[in-house]
């Protein structure tokens, strides 16, 4: 495929930006590049959130606070989140795959194509998935778990 009438900063006519700034600003103070490289601190721009927000950002950690305030191992705890995200992603995966077979305005080409790639992405987290459960299964078979904690980590394994 041949590219016809492309423009480039060497031939649109327009010197680049870096260029113009940098001779514009020898010309006029004598100063060089390297004096250019002290950026200058403006304040940015302030944010209030409102008590729903915050109750919803608070409550956002909320999905994992049961694993949180298990008395599980650090280790444990992570696996079983990296566990949950897997399974989210999978999820959200397959949502993406049903709304492409609703999708009509696509064609069949790219619906596959898509299908296709989503798949792909899914048996990624599959594999990530089955390595996180390997894992969690040896740390549990190494680690000296209580009964009760061998219980809490498979009912905290069973939720979504």
Do not use: C, Y
């Not at 010309?27 to 490289?37: F, H, K, Q, R």
């Amino acid at each position: 495929m041949t590219a016809i009438g492309t423009l480039t900063p060497g031939n649109s006519g327009v010197a680049s930006l870096l260029e113009s700034s940098e001779t514009s600003v020898d010309d006029e103070s004598g100063t060089d590049a390297a004096s250019l490289g002290s950026p200058t601190l403006v304040e940015g721009i302030k944010v209030s959130l409102s008590g729903a927000a915050i109750a919803k950002s608070a409550g956002a950690g909320g999905k994992n606070r049961d694993i949180e305030e298990s008395d599980l191992p650090e280790n444990v705890q992570q696996l079983l989140k990296m566990i949950r995200k897997f399974r989210q992603q999978i999820a959200e995966k397959n949502a993406q795959i049903n709304a492409l077979m609703a999708n009509k305005t696509l064609s069949n080409e790219e619906r596959f194509a898509k299908i296709a790639a989503l798949k792909g992405a899914i048996s990624a987290l599959n594999n990530g998935l089955i390595t996180a459960n390997l894992s969690l299964a040896k740390v549990i078979d190494q680690s000296s778990l209580t009964a009760e904690q061998n219980l809490k980590t498979n009912s905290l394994l069973m939720k979504s």
